[in-house]
């Protein structure tokens, strides 16, 4: 098993570009979530997906939009990039029976200049 | 809204030490979980406490709750640089996986 997978592991963008992180999880997992980790700020949760099917935000979500495309993925779109944006993103999932117990993605960093 | 503080920030230690790390609730917590980061990579789970009064040990990490459920230790014995990274605590206040995370405690241990 890959567990959870992210792509790209890298980016940069321009300010005002648009772009979308990709997260896939081959666990079986019904929730997942998007995490963004600043300096000083800790891990603060962007959106989360209990379940296939539903969305809701976390504590973080201006400026960004998620889509559960099926059970397997979680993808994480900046529609207008902004330098603010610019941070290590991960996706995590976790299964039903086990709250809390959470599997990470090794991270995407981005660079909005 | 809950928060959880950690502390101390960093540490560093000579290889062989003890060491704590502390993790503390705003609120009461209905479950808080221990992780391990490596330094520019993902969350490792280490650990869930839920009962006040609850210790769990894995390896030479030991984990507690405190009984008014509103604290939590790490206490890593005769540490290795193995255990160096970064350890965060987390919590899902409402049961809504509304997860939140304390800023994380920055470890390094020496050889």
Same mark, same amino acid.
């Given at each position: 098993? +890959?567990?959870v997978?992210q &792509?790209p %592991?890298?980016? =940069? ?7 979308t /992180? ?9 929730s997942?979530?998007w ?14 997906? +209990?379940s296939?099917?539903? &969305?809701? %935000?976390?504590? =973080? ?7 559960? /495309?099926?059970?397997?993925?979680f993808?994480l779109r ?6 603010s ?25 981005l660079?909005?200049? | ?19 704590t ?23 490792i789970?280490?650990m ?15 984990a ?22 970064i ?14 995370f ?5 470890l390094?241990?020496?050889?």
């Amino acid at each position: 098993n +890959a567990g959870v997978t992210q &792509t790209p %592991k890298f980016q =940069v963008l321009k300010t005002g570009q648009s772009m979308t /992180l990709q997260c896939a999880q081959d666990m079986n997992h019904n929730s997942m979530y998007w995490y963004r980790q600043d300096p000083g700020m800790g891990l603060r949760l962007i959106y989360y997906s +209990a379940s296939e099917g539903t &969305t809701d %935000k976390g504590e =973080v979500p201006n400026g960004y939009n998620v889509s559960r /495309l099926n059970k397997r993925e979680f993808s994480l779109r900046l529609e207008s990039a902004a330098p603010s944006q610019t941070s290590v993103y991960f996706c995590a999932s976790s299964p039903p029976w086990t709250s809390g117990t959470q599997y990470f993605g090794p991270g995407t960093r981005l660079l909005v200049l | 809204s809950q928060e959880l503080e950690q502390s101390p920030q960093s540490l560093i230690v000579q290889e062989g030490k003890n060491l704590t790390i502390n993790c503390t609730s705003s609120k009461t917590l209905y479950g808080l979980y221990w992780y391990k980061q490596k330094y520019g990579e993902g969350l490792i789970f280490l650990m869930m406490l839920q009962k006040g009064g609850e210790e769990k040990s894995h390896e030479k990490i030991t984990a507690k709750l405190d009984e008014k459920k509103q604290q939590s230790s790490l206490h890593i014995t005769a540490s290795q640089p193995s255990h160096a990274g970064i350890y965060l605590c987390g919590a899902d206040p409402s049961g809504t996986y509304k997860y939140i995370f304390g800023t994380g405690t920055r470890l390094k241990v020496l050889a």
